[in-house]
Each structure stands twice: as structure tokens, then as C-alpha cells.
């Protein structure tokens, strides 16, 4: 089995689990960190779906999924870094230190499962505050980029699009106008304007959306 394959069931299993196709999430896993869960970006993103520490911790569960044999081993290690033994009993201090490290391993961007099903859930999530983009496959383009350079840029950066279209600035507004479509529901369209809002990063985000939906997967 090689590393595309490795996450197959857990993709397919939580990808049902909050609606989504699961040959995309497993090219967004692709395109994020190459399906390497102990992945670690520049800015700090980390693990197989590359979460930011502030997204990480809204979207993770806590559902304390349990870490692989990898994890344990680190987490042994980490236990005897702090002293711990079993042949002593603990005070209230290492008692607290030793739940606390259990919880950060099992509850870990760097843990495959918790890490897909956040990404799964996020995504979903995502793709619920478009629902003034009308087409499916659009809809998708616009979560995608919101995952890739953040939600509250991709909604500037269709104040921007909807005035080139004609359409009222803000999106409560054109919902008073009467929700016409427009040009700006297109992501052919909008995205020419993602570079008044994120500069030279916006070619960052359009090449990462092409490399998924590129791909034909929607």
C-alpha cells in the first residue's frame, strides 16, 4: 500500500459522515501535506490537513480518538522526560501534567484521524456559508479557497466581485435587492479580485484551488 492509499477508509468513513466527495478530500490531503500526517509548514501548520493552532482548536472535537503506535512511543518519551514512573504515586502537579499530555496526543492535528475528520467538518462548514453561490461545483471552488487563505478574505474579496458585477457591495444587501444572480457567482469571475484583498498570496490560493478541482473531481 503506498502513502495515497494509507487513509482510504478513515477519508471514505468521514466524508460520508458530513456530506462531502471523498476523492476530494483526499486531494485536498494530497495538495496540503502530501499525506504526510507529521507535516509541518513555515507558518506552523501542521499535520495531514495542515491546521493554523486557532483553527485546530474550534474545530478539533476532543473526542480523544486514540493515537497510533507511533504517537504512544512519543508519548512515552515524553513521560520520561517529566520524571514519571510507575513505581511512584503522583501528587496532584504530575497527575495534572500527565492527563494534559495525554490529551494533546490523542487530540492532535498530527493524529490522521482527527485530523480528517476535522478537516471534514470544516469543510462542510465552509461550504454552508456560500449559499448565495447557487452551483454545487462553484460552491466548492469558494469553500476551497476560504480553507486555503482564510473565510473572511474569500467574503472581501466578493465585495469586490459583486461591485464589478453590478451587484450591491454587501451581501445582506443584494439579499434586500432581491438575490439576483450575478457574473460574481462565477469563480471564473470573482477570483480576479482576490488580489485587492490578499496580494501577492492570492496566486497561492488560485493554484491550490486549480490543483483540486483540476483534477475533475467535482
Not at 48 to 69: H, K, S
Not at 82 to 105: C, H, P, Q, W, Y
Not at 144 to 161: C, D, T, V
Not at 191 to 211: A, M, Q, R
Amino acid at each position: 500500500m503506498n502513502e495515497s492509499e494509507r487513509y482510504n477508509s478513515l477519508i471514505q468513513f468521514y466524508s460520508a459522515k458530513y456530506g462531502l466527495n471523498w476523492y476530494m478530500i483526499k486531494k485536498v490531503i494530497e495538495v496540503e501535506s502530501s499525506f504526510n500526517p507529521n507535516a509541518v509548514s513555515p507558518v506552523g501548520a501542521r499535520g495531514l490537513a495542515q491546521f493554523m493552532t486557532p483553527t485546530w482548536r474550534e474545530w478539533n472535537d476532543r473526542d480523544y480518538i486514540p493515537v497510533d503506535e507511533v504517537m504512544m512511543t512519543d508519548f512515552v518519551v515524553a513521560l520520561d522526560q517529566i520524571g514519571f514512573s510507575l513505581n511512584v504515586e503522583l501528587d496532584a502537579s504530575t497527575e495534572k501534567r500527565i492527563k494534559e499530555l495525554i490529551r494533546s496526543m490523542m487530540d492532535n492535528p498530527h493524529n490522521p484521524e482527527e485530523a480528517i475528520e476535522s478537516m471534514c467538518k470544516y469543510l462542510s462548514y465552509l461550504l454552508s456559508r456560500f449559499m448565495e453561490i447557487p452551483v454545487e461545483t462553484e460552491r466548492t471552488k469558494f469553500a476551497l479557497a476560504s480553507y486555503n487563505a482564510g473565510r473572511g478574505n474569500i467574503n472581501k474579496m466578493l465585495e469586490f466581485a459583486r461591485i464589478a458585477a453590478g451587484s450591491p457591495k454587501y451581501y445582506l444587501d443584494w439579499k434586500e435587492d432581491g438575490q439576483k444572480p450575478g457574473e460574481w457567482q462565477r469563480w471564473n469571475f470573482a477570483k480576479k479580485y482576490l488580489v485587492k484583498v490578499t496580494g501577492e498570496h492570492s496566486k497561492e490560493t488560485l493554484d491550490y484551488v486549480e490543483k483540486i478541482v483540476g483534477t475533475n473531481l467535482l
